[in-house]
């Protein structure tokens, strides 16, 4: 079977287009052809190695893929061949809170990720996909769309009416926009690009703001919501962004940590935070209950992700530079098989 690893260095000119041998299903294991994969921050920075630079080498690059049944293993039952399945990024993080072993065992890093024609998963790290979503679309839920779920929904507990604040057009901001407007709440994002905010608008953002012509954005967003503040932000910048979106909450506010793009150390005044109430949380996607509770949600609001690009597993090295270009608007898919 193809696949595309990183070689032994880091670095997108080590990515290689190889071949491996297929193996079997196991007891309790599910064979899948993967037809789609789509890349996240987190994925270009592994292959660069800077996610890890501890990563064993050779690695099969990326944590998101959906593909179809192919085989099963002896005394699985929750999936049968032809079932239409994507992979959970940390396959041991079933439900609940986690725990320390969660991140030794996701997907695209430390373990093998889904830039190959044929996966073996256990059946636990599975969960079915939509009906009305193409593999390609399917392909982009698995970090991206459950951590924005996680964020707003499984920790927010974000409801109607309230204001939420996504930063940027990529994936988690733009599954930020989608799941929050489908729980009635109003959108305002933040991009450096004109036409990306008005492809924001067209997707149901309330508000839009250019944080390059408006470098007092928090201001704008207090002015935008009557002096209040927003109840929730998407925070995916890091450093660079965090007490400008810290600043942005309202009164009990929830700011969600999910992005380094900007570097990962930042100073914040402690003080607003404790005469706001504001709570800063880090999320680090999510379960498997959480992305089957998301898809339910998205079947019954027919929510379709944004795709930007969808590039052959040749191209997989454009695909990145694509993404390290920084131009795209929602996710980046590479058709596996």
């Known amino acids: 079977m193809r696949v595309v690893e990183i070689g032994n260095a880091f670095g997108l000119e080590n990515l290689n287009l190889g071949e491996r041998e297929p193996a079997d299903p196991g007891p309790g294991e599910v064979t899948v052809r993967i037809h789609a994969a789509s890349l996240n921050y987190r994925d270009l920075m592994m292959v660069r190695g800077l996610y890890n630079p501890r ?8 944590s998101d893929g959906a593909g179809e049944v192919v085989a099963v293993g002896d005394g699985v039952s929750r999936f049968r061949k032809g079932d239409r399945v994507a992979g959970i990024f940390a396959q041991k993080w079933l439900a609940g809170p986690g ?5 030794r065992f996701t997907l695209g890093g430390p373990l093998d990720g889904t830039l190959a024609e044929q996966m073996n998963f256990h059946e636990d790290g599975l969960v079915s996909i939509p009906d ?25 507990q974000i409801k109607a ?16 926009l989608q799941l929050a407007q489908a729980s009635g709440a109003r959108v305002v994002v933040t991009s450096s690009q004109d036409d990306k905010l008005e492809r924001a608008r067209r997707l149901g953002a309330w508000q839009t703001i250019n944080y390059r012509t408006t470098p007092d954005w928090p201001k704008q967003v207090y002015e935008l919501t009557n002096g209040e503040g927003v109840d929730h932000v998407v925070e995916v910048g890091g450093a660079g962004t965090l007490s400008k979106s810290v600043d942005a909450a309202g009164i009990g506010g929830r700011v969600s940590v999910i992005g380094v793009l900007s570097g990962t150390a930042a100073e914040i005044d402690v003080r607003r935070l404790l005469m706001r109430g504001i709570q800063l949380r880090g999320v680090f996607v999510g379960s498997r209950s959480m992305f089957e509770d998301m898809n339910r949600a998205i079947s019954q609001h027919r929510i379709e992700p944004v795709v930007d690009n969808v590039f052959p597993l040749e191209d997989t090295r454009e695909a990145f530079e694509h993404m390290a270009q920084g131009r795209h608007f929602g996710k980046i898919v590479i058709r596996v098989s």
Not at 99 to 103: E, G, L, M, R
Not at 162 to 174: I, K, P, R, Y
């Open 55 to 62: 990563q064993k080498l050779p690695l099969i690059p990326c």
């Open 99 to 103: 725990d320390s072993k969660v991140a």
């Open 132 to 156: 009305h979503l193409t593999f390609d679309q399917a392909a982009t839920l698995p970090c991206a769309a459950v951590t924005a779920w996680h964020a707003l929904v499984a920790h927010g």
């Open 161 to 176: 009416g309230d204001s939420v604040l996504v930063l940027g057009t990529g994936g988690v901001s733009l599954f930020a």
